[in-house]
């Protein structure tokens, strides 16, 4: 499994931003994906996830409201939609997948894991 994470950009506080997980070689449509985050010096942390399974995502209290998980099936991909961005939501982003039908937050929940893009809102 090889995840690509892109959309990345440097943006003002309130924008938008939609970050893009594929998967080269393969599909993400029986996989469970997550995203996660890392701004320097700070952990990973979870951000959110969807899983195979219609309907069932999760999302970190954080950006619950103001970002929104979802499929593109046509494309194959996972959208992770960013809106209200704060200077806070500046970090690395990473997707995650791993075939559990259950949306987790732990890191140690995914077995493969993408390169991450930058996302840095100034205000």
């Known amino acids: ?3 690509q994470a892109s959309g990345g950009g440097s943006v003002q506080a309130g924008d ?3 970050l893009s997980c594929a998967h080269s070689g393969g599909t993400l449509s029986t996989l469970t994906v997550a995203w996660f985050r890392q ?3 700070k952990e ?3 951000v ?3 899983s ?3 309907g069932a995502t999760r999302y970190a209290d954080s950006v619950q409201g103001r970002f929104a998980i979802s499929r593109d099936d046509a494309k194959d991909t996972v959208l992770l939609q960013m809106d209200s961005l704060d200077p806070e939501d ?3 982003y990473y997707c995650a997948a791993d075939p559990s039908v259950t949306p987790k937050e732990e890191t140690g929940s995914y077995d493969y ?3 991450g893009t930058q996302v840095t809102v100034s205000s």
């Open 113 to 115: 894991w993408g390169s």
């Open 1 to 3: 499994v090889q995840l």
């Open 48 to 50: 959110a996830a969807i």
């Open 16 to 18: 938008p931003l939609r």
């Open 44 to 46: 990973r942390e979870f």
């Open 52 to 54: 195979w399974k219609p």
């Open 90 to 92: 500046t970090a690395v």
């Open 39 to 41: 701004a320097p010096g």
